[in-house]
C-alpha cells in the first residue's frame, strides 16, 4: 500500500471513528457480581440496547447477546477439544457465523482472527487484555475498541463502523473477553 493511499486511509478512518465520526458507540459494563456473567450494552446515549446473558451450569462457557425485547441474537460458545483458544459465534438457528481464535504466529503483539462464514475475515491487534484493539478487514478498520475512554473501572467502549453489523462486532468483543478475562 502507498504511502498516500494509506494516508487516506487514515484520513478516512478519522472521519468515522473520530470525534463526531459516523461509527456507531456501544458502552459496555460488566458486573462485578451475577450468576452467569451477564452485562448490558449500552449505546451512545446510555439507553441498554444488549444484553449479555451469561449461561451457568454449563460444561462449555455459553453467552447469548440479546436485545431488549430478550431475543437471541447470536450464541456465543466455547468450542471444547481445540488447540488454540476458540470461541464460535452462532446464529439463533445454530448455524454458525463465526468462529473467533488467536492467531497462531504472534511476533510482534496479540493477534486474533475470526473466521466469517458469509463474509471477509477479521483481522484483531492490539492488546486485547486490555481493551485497546482494532477489528480490520483487508487492512481497513471497521471497528474499535478502547478502555480509554471511560474512568469507571470494567468499563470499555466499542466503536462500529458501518462495513460491520453491530451484534457481530460486539458478540466478537464479548467472545475476547470472554477468552482473555479473568478465570481463564
Not at 23 to 30: E, G, I, P, S, V
Not at 124 to 141: C, P, T
Not at 153 to 160: F, M
Request: net charge neutral; glycine share 10%; aromatic share 4%.
Amino acid at each position: 500500500m502507498g504511502l498516500g493511499k494509506r494516508r487516506q486511509q487514515r484520513r478516512e478512518e478519522r472521519r468515522e471513528f473520530g470525534i463526531g465520526g459516523d461509527a456507531t458507540r456501544y458502552q459496555m459494563r460488566q458486573k462485578l457480581i451475577s450468576v452467569g456473567g451477564d452485562s448490558w450494552i449500552e449505546d451512545g446515549n446510555g439507553e441498554r440496547a444488549f444484553r449479555v446473558n451469561g449461561k451457568a451450569l454449563r460444561m462449555r462457557r455459553t453467552l447469548d447477546l440479546e436485545d431488549v425485547s430478550g431475543n437471541v441474537l447470536c450464541r456465543i460458545q466455547t468450542r471444547v477439544l481445540h488447540i488454540r483458544d476458540t470461541m464460535v459465534i452462532e446464529r439463533p438457528d445454530g448455524e454458525q457465523m463465526a468462529k473467533v481464535h488467536k492467531a497462531l504466529i504472534t511476533p510482534l503483539r496479540e493477534r486474533w482472527k475470526v473466521d466469517v462464514e458469509d463474509g471477509d475475515d477479521i483481522e484483531i491487534q492490539g492488546n486485547i487484555v486490555d481493551h485497546e484493539y482494532e477489528l480490520e478487514v483487508d487492512g481497513k478498520k471497521v471497528a474499535e475498541v478502547s478502555k480509554k475512554w471511560f474512568r469507571i473501572r470494567d468499563t470499555y467502549g466499542i466503536q462500529v463502523g458501518p462495513d460491520i453489523s453491530p451484534p457481530l462486532a460486539l458478540a466478537i468483543a464479548v467472545a475476547l473477553d470472554a477468552m482473555t478475562g479473568p478465570g481463564d
